[in-house]
């Protein structure tokens, strides 16, 4: 889940077969609409696609102005299991790539074509044209989708560990 508010939240959602390939199936791609908006969506889709986990962004632990709490205390509190896990943008591309492109074998990341967003996003996710050798890419819209396939497979792919904090975050 990549969050947003004038830039939207995108959610994926995803099943894991018997040969650990990762099939995105659903998407929820909105604008201008509140956490609590989002939270009763994934929900509505919750039934359909049974939910183990959401990877979000870790910048979600930040406490909102507003309301005093962080986005990803406010998914925990509606029920949600969240993952949080740290990661550098080009750690978490290597790992998308590693699952399009193994060393051996076939990919390991498929995408549903119903998924027009996410795969319009992939086509154009891209690094600045004056500097293509920037370790960040550009921030032009298309980032949305991938920054939410690469909090999943990161929390996905390395080691998850929680550890329960004794504040409310």
């Not at 989002?38 to 102005?65: C, E, F």
């Not at 990661?87 to 074509?113: F, N, V, W």
């Amino acid at each position: 889940m990549d969050f947003g508010i004038r830039a939207p939240t995108v959610v994926l959602f995803a099943s894991l077969d018997q040969h650990n390939t990762l099939w995105i199936t659903h998407e929820y791609v909105q604008a201008g609409v509140p956490l609590s908006e989002h939270i009763t969506q994934i929900k509505s889709i919750q039934p359909l696609t049974p939910l183990s986990w959401i990877g979000v962004d870790p910048a979600g632990r930040q406490r909102g102005l507003q309301t005093g709490i962080s986005d990803i205390a406010a998914l925990r509190k509606a029920g949600l299991t969240i993952r949080d896990a740290r990661s550098s943008i080009h750690q978490g591309l290597d790992l998308i790539r590693s699952r399009l492109k193994p060393a051996t074998g076939h990919p390991t990341l498929m995408i549903q074509h119903s998924c027009t967003h996410l795969i319009k996003c992939l086509e154009t996710y891209h690094y600045p044209q004056d500097n293509p050798l920037s370790p960040t890419p550009e921030k032009d819209g298309s980032d949305h989708a991938i920054d939410a396939l690469r909090y999943m497979i990161q929390n996905l792919d390395q080691p998850y560990t929680h550890k329960k904090s004794t504040y409310l975050n």
